[in-house]
């Protein structure tokens, strides 16, 4: 199937430092693409693939899972790792999932992990009912453009394939186990109302963690996908800022970019 407009993966070539985008469960590059934009702005090398099964048609999700989702963003970060001196990765919701899930994989090879809103379990009743529903029910609703700002819109499934979800659901429990393995500093960005991801997911992941160098910043003014709301701004100049900091070379490279 053809990839949906707007939902094509994105890639720049910058500098040394380099920043691996992971978008959300049913959502599209698209979610990501401003962010992407930002830091390529800024002189970054940016690396936004799209996932196996998204961006086309909810049917093609059906038959992809976790392994599959994993198996792109890790091959992502390592033609990074070879291009650049030091990465970062970065997601929202499931993409946030993925970035830890990298990060308690690769240790040093990453220098920073930055998360929006990030997944750690699938939540609700139905989600205990998956095992057996899956093959009896092919989706359900979907959870995509749950946005405050008024005219903006995730390009994503309007259906969720239960397999891909029971697939997410088993994921999420063994990255639980594996979350204090990550070490590296972190940026947690949560939404103070989020309707997809609760606030329990990030407090979950901050108490797993191992890393020492951690800051958790509220979004007052954005829902689940705060990449495309109100805060994505703010989201942009705090997670450029994480990189600057931890990475200097970073902050010499958007200055002869943008300066």
């Not at 059906?62 to 001196?85: F, I, K, N, P, Q």
């Not at 940026?187 to 958790?216: C, F, G, N, Q």
Request: some cysteine; hydrophobic content about 40%; overall charge negative.
């Amino acid at each position: 199937m053809p990839v949906l407009p707007g939902a094509e993966p994105y890639r720049h070539e910058g500098g040394e430092v380099g920043v691996l985008l992971c978008h959300g469960f049913t959502g599209s590059p698209q979610s990501l693409r401003p962010w992407a934009e930002h830091h390529a702005a800024h002189g970054l090398t940016v690396s936004l693939p799209l996932l196996p099964g998204h961006g086309t048609r909810w049917q093609d999700m059906a038959v992809t899972g976790w392994a599959d989702w994993y198996a792109t963003v890790d091959r992502e970060l390592r033609l990074l790792a070879e291009r650049c001196s030091q990465v970062f990765v970065a997601g929202l919701s499931m993409g946030g999932a993925l970035s830890l899930a990298l990060a308690s994989r690769h240790g040093d090879r990453i220098a920073g992990v930055v998360v929006v809103n990030p997944a750690n379990r699938v939540h609700g009743l139905s989600a205990y009912a998956l095992p057996v529903a899956r093959h009896l029910v092919p989706s359900t609703k979907g959870i995509a453009s749950d946005i405050a700002k008024e005219g903006a819109e995730e390009l994503g499934y309007d259906r969720v394939p239960l397999h891909a979800a029971h697939s997410l659901r088993e994921s999420l429990r063994r990255l639980d186990g594996e979350l204090p393995r990550v070490t590296q500093p972190l940026l947690l960005l949560r939404s103070a109302r989020d309707h997809v991801v609760p606030a329990a997911d990030s407090t979950r992941v901050l108490s797993r963690v191992s890393s020492t160098d951690v800051t958790e910043i509220v979004l007052e003014q954005s829902y689940h996908v705060a990449t495309l709301d109100h805060d994505a701004d703010r989201i942009f100049e705090e997670s450029l800022a994480f990189v600057g900091r931890l990475a200097p070379r970073a902050d010499e490279e958007g200055t002869a970019r943008v300066g």
